[in-house]
């Protein structure tokens, strides 16, 4: 079983920064491919940035060139770097962790969320 802590939420004004952590429980961190969603209210849940066992990242087109995600194998962590914020990204940001049984079969864990709000 995976556990997901999140922080580094919080209140900032539009082209601000901010950094969100994830930290995994269990040995299982290096083999997962990584992601964070967010989700607005009234709006469904978006996969933001994925980064796979070799590094490869992808990026919703809304976010390209202003968010990084990384990962440190050694601490178990994902990151996500949100630079020139806007309040368009104001949201609850979840972390996502996927572990690959076989070709079809995954086991998905979340975080609990953390609110990201952009002020104008």
């Known amino acids: 079983q995976v556990q997901l802590v999140e922080s580094g939420g919080g209140l900032v004004q539009a082209g601000g920064s901010l950094r969100l952590s994830c930290r995994a429980s269990?040995?299982?961190?290096?083999?997962?491919?990584l992601a964070w969603y967010r989700q607005a209210p009234g709006k469904q849940r978006e996969l933001v940035a994925t980064?796979?066992?070799?590094?490869?990242?992808d990026y919703v087109d809304s976010v390209k060139g202003r968010f990084t995600i990384s990962r440190d194998n050694a601490k178990n962590t994902v990151y996500l770097q949100m630079n020139s914020l806007k309040p368009e990204d104001t949201a609850v940001y979840y972390c996502?962790?996927?572990?690959?049984?076989?070709?079809?079969?995954?086991?998905?864990?979340w975080g609990q969320g953390t609110q990201v709000t952009v002020s104008s």
């Open positions: 996502n962790l996927r572990i690959t049984i076989s070709d079809n079969l995954h086991n998905n864990y």
């Open positions: 269990g040995s299982i961190f290096s083999v997962s491919t």
């Open positions: 980064i796979d066992r070799g590094g490869t990242t």
